[in-house]
């Protein structure tokens, strides 16, 4: 019988293997997107509260608004931290039932909050620039595509239409907010 989460037990990341790691991340993210850090658990989860903090409340901070910042801070890092978990959850069972083998969800979950920094960083002027977002989103979608291919092994072909699928969603989901929320 085979192990649904191999084991892959480490000691507590250190806050400078963390901040090294983006350094060299944030220099070149397709080179290092290849090469997936090994953290612990608390150190993804922070991480991905640290930068949807910090994304909400620069953007609410440029446009001067309490509500958005206040939202940055308490929203922003659950609903980001939930939508990383559930692509977690997607490419999980994608590599269980399309590729025949078991990803640890640890991995997965590194892959998806390293890929999705674009689209944070960009998120910060989306009050400026309604479409900036889409942009962010489409360097995410790259480097998914890298990191996809290069640390999970899929097939170039797979990677492209799997990621194509969830921009497309991504593009939709923008497209109808637009059209719902008032100028």
């Not at 658990?41 to 446009?63: D, H, K, P, R």
Request: a positive charge; one cysteine or more.
């Amino acid at each position: 019988m085979r192990e649904v989460n191999p084991s892959t037990s480490r000691p507590q990341t250190t806050l400078k293997e963390v901040i090294d790691y983006l350094i060299l991340f944030l220099k070149n993210p397709a080179e290092q997107i290849r090469h997936l850090p090994r953290w612990s658990w608390s150190s993804l989860f922070m991480l991905q509260v640290t930068i949807a903090i910090t994304s909400g409340i620069i953007s609410g901070l440029l446009v001067l608004n309490f509500y958005r910042m206040l939202f940055g801070l308490i929203l922003m890092p659950i609903v980001s931290t939930a939508a990383c978990l559930l692509l977690t959850n997607f490419f999980y069972y994608y590599f269980q039932f399309f590729e025949n083998r078991t990803v640890s969800f640890r991995r997965l979950l590194t892959f998806v909050i390293l890929s999705s920094i674009p689209f944070f960083l960009f998120q910060i002027l989306a009050e400026y620039v309604r479409f900036i977002s889409l942009i962010g989103f489409g360097f995410t979608s790259l480097l998914a595509i890298i990191g996809l291919k290069e640390s999970f092994q899929v097939e170039k072909k797979r990677a492209i239409i799997l990621i194509s699928i969830l921009f497309s969603l991504a593009l939709a989901t923008w497209i109808f907010n637009q059209m719902t929320v008032p100028s």
